[in-house]
């Protein structure tokens, strides 16, 4: 009868090239079979198998099972093909081989490194731990690998993840390059699109349950996408819910920026999951096709940053929720209900009053509000579009000619510096071989001449930016109007006139509030630009 009931414990991590058949799993257990051809007093019972796990941790599922076994009294003896198929950990290794495997009565046999703990002779000590040390180091050695190649990856725009984000899948073409997934990138588009319209998140949500529109992780899981359950949701048949829409409207992605690196693993022996500072994310832009607009999603940030109340049921966002401050103390305005004589009223005050330093609270009906309000933006947007309209009336090259002229001039005359110099440079050796110069003279000059040539490139790069800007400021501009000129046609506010038009409302009185408009900046530099342009006209 055979003295040993063996498991023959199989293991190859993602990592290892399966293309090599020494480091397959047939022919793991092929070589097991044939050394136990060579040795009756061991009988095979059981064969354990861990295809795609890592020799650096020992959570391993049939590893654990082996364990059971053996503690069990099922098996006392392992069988492997070499020390790293047990593990490949130092520390770890060790214990198992010179304390937890001794303690059970477990022989363990390394078939390749002739390691048979039943023989003295067979694997000593010292050898044992050479052979662990060089299986850690080997781990050490990948997994610096590994990171330096996905961070260079990553640095290069190419995408490294296993499970695309909702509304993007890989190209069948580059694995590493995100393509639009139209169906999901729709209902992407239609959470913006929601969100800019002053929905809140919980009735975004609500509303896709209701028409039927499958949530991130169940979408994925119906079209055999790869997913992981760490993602938008937990479980197959989980709804939309405002996190799930208030992720998808924060993930940056969206606008066709890649941010990559924003966890990782203290080192290769700790699989702790930590989340790096947002510095060291790498963000590249430009990396795949955008499903919404930069202007769009910056939008929504604002929106999303401001203090969105809603109404009871939670349908819809207050149309100046967030905008109302008060002009006295700073503090937000709050919307308040009274029902006098059965009709309601909807009016804001500050909720600081004069009991805690507000000399001047204001009371502002909602329906008055809303009135001014909406008389001073389509006074704004009249401004707007005039100033846009009378500067395309107006040369662009006239407005700039100076400092374009000006920028070519300077270019002109540092390249002809560079030439002098060069030529200056070209002939250094020469009179250094012929004596004129010594060697110090002639290193100083060289070195001299060399940081000015580089000073006078740099300059010539700047010169050109300047002149890119100065050429962009037309299209920069109409980028801005664009969103005033969407809105000529307004005859009553809404809260996606509000929230891409104005920053925030100052209530002074009952009769004074001040408007701070998005883009005020630009406007201040349109209007200053046309009054350039008027005073070069009056003086030709």
Same mark, same amino acid.
């Given at each position: 009868?055979?003295?040993?009931?063996?498991?023959?414990?199989?293991?190859?991590?993602?990592?290892?090239?399966?293309?090599?058949?020494?480091?397959?799993?047939?022919?793991?257990?092929?070589?097991?079979?044939?050394?136990?051809?060579?040795?009756?007093?061991?009988?095979?019972?059981?064969?354990?198998?861990?295809?795609?796990?890592? %020799?650096?941790?020992?959570?391993?599922?049939?590893?654990?099972?082996?364990?059971?076994?053996?503690?069990?009294?099922?098996?006392?003896?392992?069988?492997?093909?070499?020390?790293?198929?047990?593990?490949?950990?130092?520390?770890?290794?060790?214990?198992?081989?010179?304390?937890?495997?001794?303690?059970?009565?477990?022989?363990?046999?390394?078939?390749?490194?002739?390691?048979?703990?039943?023989?003295?002779?067979? %694997?000593?000590?010292?050898?044992?731990?050479?052979?662990?040390?060089?299986?850690?180091?080997?781990?050490?050695?990948?997994?610096?690998?590994?990171?330096?190649?996905?961070?260079?990856?990553?640095?290069?725009?190419?995408?490294?993840?296993?499970?695309?984000?909702?509304?993007?899948?890989?190209?069948?073409?580059?694995?590493?390059?995100?393509?639009?997934?139209?169906?999901?990138?729709?209902?992407?588009?239609?959470?913006?699109?929601?969100?800019?319209?002053?929905?809140?998140?919980?009735?975004?949500?609500?509303?896709?349950?209701?028409?039927?529109?499958?949530?991130?992780?169940?979408?994925?899981?119906?079209?055999?996408?790869?997913?992981?359950?760490?993602?938008?949701?937990?479980?197959?048949?989980?709804?939309?819910?405002?996190?799930?829409?208030?992720?998808?409207?924060?993930?940056?992605?969206?606008?066709?920026?890649?941010?990559?690196?924003?966890?990782?693993?203290?080192?290769?022996?700790?699989?702790?999951?930590?989340?790096?500072?947002?510095?060291?994310?790498?963000?590249?832009?430009?990396?795949?096709?955008?499903?919404?607009?930069?202007?769009?999603?910056?939008?929504?940030?604002?929106?999303?940053?401001?203090?969105?109340?809603?109404?009871?049921?939670?349908?819809?966002?207050?149309?100046?929720?967030?905008?109302?401050?008060? %002009?006295?103390?700073?503090?937000?305005?709050?919307?308040?209900?009274?029902?006098?004589?059965?009709?309601?009223?909807?009016?804001?005050?500050?909720?600081?009053?004069?009991?805690?330093?507000?000399?001047?609270?204001?009371?502002?009906?909602?329906?008055?509000?809303?009135?001014?309000?909406?008389?001073?933006?389509?006074?704004?947007?009249?401004?707007?579009?005039?100033?846009?309209?009378?500067?395309?009336?107006?040369?662009?090259?006239?407005?700039?000619?100076?400092?374009?002229?000006?920028?070519?001039?300077?270019?002109?005359?540092?390249?002809?510096?560079?030439?002098?110099?060069?030529?200056?440079?070209?002939?250094?050796?020469?009179?250094?071989?012929?004596?004129?110069?010594?060697?110090?003279?002639?290193?100083?000059?060289?070195?001299?001449?060399?940081?000015?040539?580089?000073?006078?490139?740099?300059?010539?790069?700047?010169?050109?930016?300047?002149?890119?800007?100065?050429?962009?400021?037309?299209?920069?501009?109409?980028?801005?109007?664009?969103?005033?000129?969407?809105?000529?046609?307004?005859?009553?506010?809404?809260?996606?006139?509000?929230?891409?038009?104005?920053?925030?409302?100052?209530?002074?009185?009952?009769?004074?509030?001040?408007?701070?408009?998005?883009?005020?900046?630009?406007?201040?530099?349109?209007?200053?630009?046309?009054?350039?342009?008027?005073?070069?006209?009056?003086?030709?």
């Amino acid at each position: 009868m055979p003295k040993y009931q063996a498991t023959a414990y199989l293991r190859l991590s993602y990592t290892e090239n399966r293309e090599y058949e020494s480091d397959s799993i047939a022919n793991q257990k092929k070589l097991i079979e044939d050394y136990l051809k060579g040795h009756p007093d061991i009988e095979l019972v059981s064969e354990k198998v861990d295809d795609g796990y890592s %020799g650096i941790l020992f959570d391993r599922p049939a590893f654990q099972e082996m364990m059971q076994d053996i503690m069990a009294g099922k098996v006392n003896c392992v069988i492997v093909k070499d020390l790293s198929r047990l593990g490949r950990e130092y520390i770890e290794t060790g214990r198992y081989l010179r304390r937890i495997f001794p303690a059970y009565g477990v022989r363990f046999i390394a078939i390749n490194d002739s390691i048979d703990t039943a023989h003295e002779h067979a %694997g000593d000590d010292l050898s044992i731990s050479m052979k662990n040390l060089i299986n850690d180091a080997y781990c050490h050695d990948i997994s610096v690998k590994t990171r330096s190649a996905l961070e260079v990856k990553r640095k290069k725009g190419d995408y490294v993840g296993a499970c695309p984000v909702y509304g993007y899948r890989k190209s069948e073409e580059n694995r590493n390059q995100l393509v639009v997934d139209e169906y999901a990138a729709r209902v992407v588009r239609d959470i913006f699109r929601a969100k800019i319209d002053g929905r809140s998140a919980k009735r975004i949500a609500d509303e896709l349950n209701a028409l039927g529109v499958l949530s991130p992780l169940a979408y994925k899981i119906n079209r055999g996408l790869p997913h992981s359950k760490g993602g938008f949701a937990d479980r197959p048949d989980t709804k939309w819910s405002a996190t799930t829409v208030i992720r998808i409207l924060q993930d940056e992605i969206y606008t066709g920026t890649l941010v990559q690196g924003r966890q990782g693993t203290y080192n290769h022996k700790i699989k702790e999951v930590i989340r790096k500072p947002e510095e060291e994310w790498i963000r590249v832009e430009n990396t795949h096709e955008a499903i919404i607009r930069k202007a769009d999603f910056d939008l929504v940030q604002h929106i999303m940053g401001l203090d969105t109340r809603t109404a009871p049921e939670g349908e819809k966002v207050y149309l100046f929720s967030g905008l109302l401050v008060c %002009g006295c103390c700073g503090t937000r305005m709050t919307r308040k209900t009274n029902t006098i004589g059965g009709k309601k009223y909807i009016y804001y005050h500050c909720p600081t009053g004069k009991k805690h330093g507000c000399t001047h609270p204001v009371m502002l009906r909602e329906d008055d509000l809303i009135q001014c309000v909406l008389a001073s933006v389509q006074a704004h947007i009249k401004n707007v579009v005039s100033v846009d309209e009378l500067l395309n009336s107006i040369s662009e090259e006239s407005i700039n000619r100076e400092l374009v002229a000006g920028c070519k001039a300077q270019i002109a005359e540092n390249k002809a510096q560079l030439e002098q110099i060069s030529v200056f440079k070209a002939g250094l050796y020469e009179s250094f071989v012929n004596g004129i110069l010594d060697k110090a003279e002639y290193k100083a000059l060289r070195d001299g001449y060399t940081g000015r040539m580089e000073e006078l490139r740099s300059a010539i790069g700047r010169l050109r930016q300047e002149m890119e800007r100065v050429t962009d400021r037309t299209s920069e501009r109409q980028k801005w109007t664009r969103q005033f000129r969407e809105f000529s046609n307004m005859a009553e506010l809404d809260r996606r006139t509000v929230v891409t038009l104005i920053q925030s409302i100052r209530i002074i009185s009952k009769t004074e509030i001040k408007i701070n408009f998005r883009y005020q900046m630009e406007y201040d530099a349109a209007l200053q630009k046309l009054s350039q342009a008027r005073l070069e006209q009056e003086a030709v």
